[in-house]
T-cell receptor
């Protein structure tokens, strides 16, 4: 069985500031790890994923996440956020079905 | 390549009616997943289907809910005798043949039960 904890329900930041969204998971088996983003009234879009290999994975819009097996974490980071990054972010471990965290709302203000 | 399509996007039903939610996976995808998102909550897995087979329905309520993915046509999530607590956003996702592949999500169907 898998479970996931997103420690922050809401993260307010100013534009161009760095941000980290935390995700810890537990699993009795090896899993894949995903970050999805949800904009208001829309479906989820894949942001990045870890399947195997390099523990640092990057997205095309500047986000990155690092898989830490010893700490069972997969935190999401961005060195400089933009207003358009305002959205809900979901961490999801899984093998077939995904187990979603409760989400972290990133609020970027000018 | 069109994405995952869901219809209707919004559905209003009165208590006791039936709700049918449709999902057309991406072309070439034979795995379909249904998730439910209650207000202010994350997504919860409901059911995982391949063509003509239910693989995992561990997240489905025991009564009133059913799902199918026929050989031809979209996947259907059916809710009989809806209650107010069924009001939620229902998302469908599809993935290619291999397990562990990325799941691509549709825009969701927002069900409101009056």
């Amino acid at each position: 069985a898998q479970s996931v904890t997103q420690l922050d329900s809401q993260v307010p930041v100013f534009e161009e500031a760095p941000v980290e969204l935390r995700c810890n998971y537990s699993s009795s088996v090896s899993v894949y790890l995903f970050w999805y983003v949800q904009y208001p009234n829309q479906g989820l879009q894949l942001l990045l994923k870890y399947l195997s290999g390099s523990t640092l994975v990057e997205s095309i819009n500047g986000f990155e996440a690092e898989f830490n097996k010893s700490q069972t974490s997969f935190h999401l980071r961005k060195p400089s956020v933009h207003i358009s990054d305002t959205a809900e972010y979901f961490c999801a471990p899984g093998f077939q079905k995904l187990v979603f965290g409760t989400g972290t709302r990133l609020l970027v203000s000018p | 390549n069109a994405g995952v399509m869901q219809n209707p996007r919004h559905l209003v039903r009165r208590r006791g009616q039936e709700a049918r939610l449709r999902c057309s996976p991406m072309k070439g995808h034979s795995h379909v997943y249904w998730y439910r998102q209650l207000p202010e909550e994350g997504l919860k897995f409901m059911v995982y289907l391949q063509k003509e087979n239910i693989i995992d329905e561990s997240g489905m309520p025991k009564e009133r809910f059913s799902a199918e993915f026929p050989k031809e046509g979209p996947s259907i999530l059916r809710i009989q005798q809806v209650v107010r607590g069924d009001s939620a956003a229902y998302f469908c996702a599809s993935s290619p043949r291999q397990v562990g592949e990325t799941q691509y999500f549709g825009p969701g169907t927002r069900l409101l039960v009056l």
